[in-house]
């Protein structure tokens, strides 16, 4: 059975629970729910659980390392279950892309996000695959502080529209491959404005 590992990035405990940065675990956790599964399970460094579908073992993790060293979590989980870093996918919040669109992408730089940045330390690649949760750009301000913040409600409900979009994407990408996923996804918005 092919397995694969669904990354998501975020910061542990109840203070970040429904922050930006924690973009990754919010997608986890409404998979999970969709799902009826729990990522309980004590394992590397993070919360793990497995997911079958369709023949396919995905290992479900969330980092329990902080962000900035999220790779010191997924690297032993990789090693574990003998992947290779295209078996990987990262979920992670994305400064660059507005609220209200999510973009699958194989490969490339950090852009600054240092869960990203640990990972591709750790792996000494970058050609993992990524699902990238637009959180938008703060207008002023400081990056952290905006990253660090909560979800409005109404940024809240608008985002629970965006990870079943998401889901959707990430359903595509495993049964028709990624290529697929992105040309049918990467330009849809799923809020209005």
Known sequence: METLLIAGLGNPGPKYQWTRHNAGFLFLDRLAHLEGLSITRKQFGGLTAEWERKGKRLVL?????FMNLSGRSIMPALQF???KPEQLIVVHDEIDLPLGTARLKQGGGHGGQNGLRSIMEQLGRADFIRLRLGIGRPLQGEVTNHVLSSF???EMEGFAKVLDGALEMLETALDEGVPKAMSL???KKYLEG
């Open 61 to 65: 993790l969330k980092p329990q390392t």
């Open 81 to 83: 279950y003998k992947l």
């Open 152 to 154: 409005t409600p109404v």
């Open 185 to 187: 996804y990467n330009n």
